[in-house]
């Protein structure tokens, strides 16, 4: 029965580590589904599921991974995958919205700003934060369940950091897509 | 996938740069409202104004809450009323025109564009009498617009009805003079009037329009000004083609943005979705204005010698990044100088480096025409006449529209303020050095034939 895996790698970044990942991968008789992979402060991460023929063990796929790079540089965690079955596409029970944060630095951000969202039951579907100096900056995707008041939310979300230079700004995304893509789509009309 | 810069220069033009929707324009055809008994035209009119429009301003209103991005002015366009109202006279017509004021205040929208006459080639008596109905209805009614199409580049120019306009203008004036003549800023006379235009005064539903439609107006000098700006902040000093690229990148992304809107407002009305009229409309806000752009390029004295070409390149730009940006494209699209509307452009009026004889050779290389600009109340009607001919000319020859609103400043002198509030701004009064001096051409009369490319069949 073959093993649908996933896996994480992290190690310092430097050329190559996706060439040595798909080589062990491909020398163990796997093939790779899906990637995704970021390098941030000069640490590289790679999220990727795979699929392995016969008996291949977690271990075996962690050990060969482990072993594509110099003695302790990658970090490799694998576990199996519950279902491999792609689910249907569905509805999300929202709109997009992109939420951006910019100005000086605090430590409670993150953590005021994602409690907010999840007390008003908006789902994060990726999000990336930079910080560089004292300056910070955060963009997120959300779904904003369409019960919800628009107006108050970007109200609130002002409301987070009174009298603190953080500009806080949640904006649909269909804005974004329309003043970026080359092709104009809009599902009305 | 959007990068991080895309997604923050976003939100930059949305929170930062006065990107706006100037306005959502619903078109309306009141071709079926006509009736043999004035009454009854009137009931018909002001029933389906309000059956078509009454949701317009909350729809709105809701949809720029939801994008976060504002939708200054809600205004509706109704077919040519000296069509609507054929057959009723003077005193027909005006009851027509109180009636429109009447609806669209009960609608809430500010403005109602229509009380129009299409008089190039002539005029029929419908039309002769909404000229002539013209200084009482725009000094008694509070939201009616009109325009009055005196030229066109298949036709010509209808000199009679240009002379007749010269003095309807001073008549208007005279009417609205407790507000320095006013009453001139609801009207434009045209040459070459687009039928789907969304910003007023100069809106009317053309004939060959939809039922209803929604026609979506974006503004934005403050985006391209700001935009141009941080490009030339960057360190190099851009050329001239490297400006360009900037401004047709920004007008990308505003037309974009009322695309968006307008797709969604008509959506929301369920009625067709007709164009973006991609003008940079300025306001007298700072940081809103045409004039800046063009200090922003290095024309440090608007109207000193390259205000013309540095136009020339920002009006090309905005609408070859308007066209890239959307197919349906349409109105008067340019980059309008309005006066008085123009913090920057009103202030070098006042300043004398931009006189009306190089504002009239802009106008060549942009749009629409001599705009909201103040002239002095004793101008004699001729010379009104005259300067309509000559900006009707450069439309009717150049295949472009041209438009005209002078406001004569009844009892101030050039060099004096006109204060028309609000959008409207306020102007220093332009002196006209040959005034005076034009009565034996317009008194001709006449129609001064198409000009030779009209015949392009």
């Known amino acids: 029965m073959p093993a649908h895996v996933v896996i994480s790698l992290m190690s310092r970044d430097r050329v190559g580590i996706i060439a040595a990942v798909a080589k062990s991968i491909f020398a163990l008789d796997g093939t790779i589904g899906a990637i995704s992979q970021t390098v941030m402060d000069e640490y590289f991460t790679i999220l990727l599921t795979a699929d392995f023929a016969g008996d291949t063990s977690l271990d075996a796929v ?32 929202g709109d997009g919205f992109v939420l951006t944060l910019t100005g000086k630095d605090r430590p409670d951000i993150i953590s005021r700003v994602s409690a907010y969202l999840a007390g008003r ?69 | 996938m959007l990068r991080t810069e895309d997604i923050l220069r976003t939100v930059r033009m949305l929170q930062e740069e006065n990107l ?35 949701r317009l301003v909350s729809v709105c209103n809701d949809i720029a ?40 205040r009960e609608v809430k929208v500010d403005l109602v564009g229509g009380y129009t ?14 000229m002539r109905s013209l200084p009482m209805v725009l000094s008694q009614t509070e939201r009616v617009c009109s325009s009055v199409n005196v030229a066109s580049t298949k036709a010509g120019i209808n000199m009679d009805a240009v002379k007749m306009m010269g003095q309807i203008i001073r008549d208007i004036a005279l009417s609205t003079a407790d507000r ?19 910003f007023m005064a100069g809106a009317y539903h053309g004939y060959g329009e939809p039922e209803c439609v929604v026609n979506i107006g974006v503004s934005g000098p403050g985006v391209v000004k700001r935009a141009l700006e941080r490009f030339i902040a960057m360190g190099k000093s851009p ?39 991609l003008s940079l409309a300025p306001t007298p806000k700072m940081g809103d204005s045409v004039g800046e752009i063009l200090q922003a390029m290095g024309i440090t004295v608007l109207g000193a010698p390259g205000s013309t070409a540095a136009l020339a390149l920002l009006n090309d730009a905005v609408k070859k990044g308007g066209l890239f940006a959307s197919s349906s494209v349409g109105g008067m699209s340019g980059a309008f100088i309005p006066v008085s509307e123009d913090r920057a452009l009103a202030h070098a009026v006042q300043q004398g480096t931009l006189r009306l004889e190089k504002l009239e050779a802009m106008t060549s290389v942009c749009s629409v025409g001599l705009d909201m600009i103040a002239i002095p109340g004793d101008t004699d009607a001729d010379t009104i006449s005259a300067i309509i001919a000559d900006e009707a000319a ?25 204060v028309f509030g609000g959008l409207f701004g306020e102007a220093a009064i332009m002196d006209i050095p040959t005034v005076g001096t034009s009565a034996p051409f317009v008194a001709r009369g006449g129609r001064i034939p198409a000009p030779l490319h009209s015949l392009n069949n």
């Open chain 2, 65 to 104: 809450g939801t994008y976060g991005i504002p939708i200054v002015n809600k205004r509706i366009a109704v077919s040519p009323i000296s069509s609507v109202a054929a057959g009723h006279g003077e005193e027909g017509l005006l009851a027509v025109a109180a009636t429109l004021d009447r609806a669209a």
């Open chain 1, 121 to 189: 039951a908006i789902n994060i579907i990726d999000l990336f934060a930079h910080t560089r100096g004292d300056a910070f900056l955060l963009i997120g995707q959300v779904v904003v369940p369409r019960d919800q008041d628009i107006m108050q939310l970007q109200i609130d979300l002002k409301g987070l950091w009174k009298d603190y230079p953080l500009a806080v700004h949640l904006q649909h995304e269909d804005i974004f897509a329309a003043t970026n893509e080359i092709a104009f789509t809009h599902s009305k009309n």
């Open chain 2, 117 to 130: 006459a299409l008089v190039q080639k002539g005029a029929t008596p419908s039309e002769l009498a909404l």
């Open chain 1, 62 to 93: 962690r050990q060969g991974l482990e072993a594509a790079g110099a003695p302790g540089e990658f970090h490799v965690s694998v576990r199996q995958r519950e279902s491999v079955q792609p689910k249907p596409p569905q509805a999300r029970d």
């Open chain 2, 20 to 54: 706006d929707v100037r306005t959502v324009t619903l078109g309306i055809n009141l071709m079926d409202c006509s009736s043999p008994d004035i009454d009854q035209l009137c009931q018909k009119i002001e029933r389906k104004l309000v059956n078509k429009a009454s």
């Open chain 2, 394 to 418: 450069i439309g009717m020859v150049n295949n472009k529209t041209t438009g005209v609103r002078l406001i004569p400043v009844p009892g101030k002198k050039a060099g004096e303020i006109a």
């Open chain 2, 180 to 198: 320095d003549g006013f009453g001139c800023a609801k009207l434009v006379v045209f040459a070459n009037i687009p039928e789907d235009n969304p």
């Open chain 2, 239 to 277: 050329d001239l083609g490297q400006v360009a690229e900037e401004i047709k990148t920004t007008s990308f992304r505003v037309t974009r943005v009322g695309e968006l809107i307008g797709r969604e407002v008509a959506s929301a009305l369920g009625v067709p979705f007709g164009i973006v009229d």
